[in-house]
């Protein structure tokens, strides 16, 4: 059974950073890692920082230059390193896996980041 724990939230000031994690059990990074999302108060649930069906990173126009995703296989942990932080960056941030064999998308339960004066 694939679980993932997100952590690492918090507030921030705007132009801050953060860092979270999503250590994964139940499936090796190495060969399928996860992606991040997020969930903003009355918004829809959007992609952050996830795969292409080719293997590169994919980026939202909205973070590009500010995030980056990166991982630690001998810890089955992926990061989601957060830079110049913006008010509009304030949500609930999951991670999600796509099991390779069955499709199924598995989520974390997420980590909340408020980014406020």
């Known amino acids: 059974q694939v679980q993932l724990v997100e952590s690492g939230g918090g507030l921030v000031q705007p132009g801050g950073s953060l860092r979270l994690s999503c250590v994964v059990s139940?499936?090796?990074?190495?060969?399928?890692?996860p992606g991040w999302y997020r969930q903003a108060p009355g918004k829809q649930r959007e992609m952050v920082a996830d795969?292409?069906?080719?293997?590169?990173?994919n980026y939202a126009d909205s973070v590009k230059g500010r995030f980056t995703i990166s991982r630690d296989n001998a810890k089955n942990t992926v990061y989601l390193h957060m830079n110049m932080l913006k008010p509009e960056d304030t949500a609930v941030y999951y991670c999600?896996?796509?099991?390779?064999?069955?499709?199924?998308?598995?989520w974390g339960q997420g980590t909340q980041v408020t980014v406020s004066s």
């Open positions: 999600r896996l796509r099991e390779v064999i069955t499709g199924r998308l598995d």
């Open positions: 139940g499936s090796a990074i190495s060969i399928n890692p």
């Open positions: 795969r292409t069906s080719s293997g590169s990173p």
